[in-house]
């Protein structure tokens, strides 16, 4: 999904916000998500997340990867890679396991990376050879 | 067993000989069945429930796309198979399908190539292709969890694609959804101004299964080429509920 310098293009699954149309709510969504319009609450994607150079975002956000080109007013939390371009502006916090950010780019907020730097999208762990009690 | 639903159209004299001949070539295939007849009174789901109690398993709609979608309102609540013979105009659905006019269609349900698909559903009414609202000016209420506001300008709601442009060769196609994925696309077109130039943007798309459709005023939607009016839309999938005889010629594509 993410090519540098190419325009994301539109794949079956993908769910995309054009410019001029705007979201307000609990967006979600199993696929990518590619933002050129405006969206406004929170922005969940199990998948990787496009927000284009005119899009501006004011949620909370959780994805897979991120490249981030507009502007974003709130917490990024990314269990992979995030991206942002020169022209991107966040204002929020970032979590991401890789921060890759262009001149030019503006980020105003704190900043944690690695690891242990994403817990939002990390499975709970599942005990399954949990011991079994010995019965007296 | 087949039960044929005739449009009450066709009692017009001038469609006595294609019938004749259908009938015919379906006696010769070996899959002649129940004749029902619509008219003003008859309630097309009693007339299959009915047929289905005396061992019916393949409904079949003969007549243009009013038939069919009479037929496709009612077919969905039963487990049965869904054909049709396209006699008179307009016959879009059935080309979508891929099934020709007249006698040819008899082969095509002799040659029982049958797909599940999922079908929409607004306000009771079913739709296989998509629902359109030409105006917009209207509010998305998604999956009773975000809210989409659209600018004036058309939307569509496709299960597959829109119908009025599907067969028209000039427009160009708006949008093309898998009939057998259990979702709809809700798609807002690009818009551009008038002394906009340079490439034109991208559309809006969204997945979803379920969205209300709201607008101060009654608006005008479109489905399946019936034009309705309603301030509120209540739209949803029903997952592979309809199985369906198709054509080679379908004009849609299902993934394996």
Redesign the interface.
């Known amino acids: 999904m993410f090519k540098p310098a190419a325009r994301p293009e539109s794949a079956s699954n993908d769910t995309v916000i054009a410019a001029g149309v705007k979201v307000e709510g609990d967006f979600t969504s199993a696929g990518n998500i590619i933002i050129e319009g405006e969206v406004s609450g929170t922005l969940r994607t199990d998948m990787d997340l496009v927000v284009g150079p005119e899009a501006k975002i004011t949620a909370s956000v959780t994805a897979r990867n991120a490249r981030i080109a507009g502007e974003v007013h709130g917490n990024l939390s990314v269990s992979e890679r995030a991206e942002l371009t020169a022209t991107a502006k966040v204002s929020g916090d970032v979590q991401a396991r890789v921060l890759v950010m262009e001149a030019g780019a503006i980020l105003n907020g704190r900043c944690a990376m690695g690891a242990e730097a994403a817990p939002v999208l990390i499975p709970t762990p599942v005990l399954r050879n949990r011991p079994v009690k010995a019965e007296s | 067993m087949y039960q044929y639903v005739y449009d009450a159209a066709l009692t017009d004299k001038r469609h006595h000989l294609a019938l004749t001949a259908i009938e015919n070539r379906l006696t010769d295939l070996g899959i002649q069945g129940r004749i029902d007849r619509l008219s003003l009174f008859k309630n097309v789901a009693e007339s299959i429930e009915e047929g289905i109690r005396r061992g019916v398993t393949t409904i079949v709609a003969v007549g243009n796309d009013d038939t069919v979608k009479k037929v496709m309102d009612a077919v969905p609540q039963f487990a049965v198979t869904m054909g049709v013979i396209p006699i008179g105009k307009p016959n879009k659905i059935a080309r979508l399908l891929g099934v020709p006019e007249g006698v040819a269609a008899c082969d095509v349900l002799s040659a029982r190539l049958t797909q599940t698909l999922d079908i929409g559903r607004v306000n009771g009414h079913h739709f296989l292709a998509a629902l359109s609202i030409p105006a917009g000016g209207v509010t998305l209420e998604c999956?009773g969890?975000?809210?989409?506001?659209?600018?004036r300008g058309p939307v569509h709601v496709c299960n597959m694609t829109p119908l009025e442009t599907l067969l028209d060769e000039d427009a160009a196609p708006i949008h093309q959804a898998?009939p057998s994925d259990g979702m709809l696309e809700a798609v807002?077109p690009?818009?551009r101004g008038i002394f906009q130039s340079g490439e034109r943007?991208?559309?809006?798309?969204?997945?979803l299964r379920r969205l209300t459709i709201r607008a101060e005023r009654p608006f005008t939607y479109v489905v399946d080429g019936r034009s309705l009016s309603a301030q509120r839309a209540e739209v949803d999938v029903l997952p592979g509920r309809l199985k369906v005889i198709v054509g080679r010629n379908r004009l849609f594509r299902v993934p394996t």
């Open positions: 999956e969890k975000y809210r989409v506001t659209v600018p898998d807002i690009a818009r943007g991208s559309k809006t798309v969204l997945n």
